[in-house]
Nanobody, 119 residues
Framework: QVQLVESGGGLVQAGGSLRLACTASGRTISTYHIAWFRQAPGKEREFVASVILNGGTRGYADSVKGRFAISRDNAKNTVYLQMTNLKPEDTAVYYC????????????WGRGTQVTVSS
């Protein structure tokens, strides 16, 4: 089965940018639909963005549309989340997740990377 590792988190000022990476091992990432989720302190985990196998269809939460962009490089076994114009409310632990089809649950999760946006 696939293992996912997130990287690229950190501390950034409001208005700044970060690029998160989700790198797969064990299986090729090209066989999975990938999504990013986040969980802020005291809040439930929420969907951020998703991309299907071939990268053709992407979805975003309303709160990040126009600011975040998800992409995948199957040759590098990596999915990225480019985050721009960051806001303090984007502060959270960001997780990537994988599933084998749109009809199944996200069964594979990384451990997350912390993003902190200061005002």
């Amino acid at each position: 089965q696939v293992q996912l590792v997130e990287s690229g988190g950190g501390l950034v000022q409001a208005g700044g940018s970060l690029r998160l990476a989700c790198t797969a091992s064990g299986r090729t990432i090209s066989t999975y639909h990938i999504a990013w989720f986040r969980q802020a302190p005291g809040k439930e985990r929420e969907f951020v963005a998703s991309v299907i196998l071939n990268g053709g269809t992407r979805g975003y939460a309303d709160s990040v549309k126009g600011r975040f962009a998800i992409s995948r490089d199957n040759a590098k076994n990596t999915v990225y989340l480019q985050m721009t114009n960051l806001k303090p409310e984007d502060t959270a632990v960001y997780y990537c997740a994988a599933r084998v089809s749109p009809d199944t649950s996200f069964n594979f999760w990384g451990r997350g990377t912390q993003v902190t946006v200061s005002s």
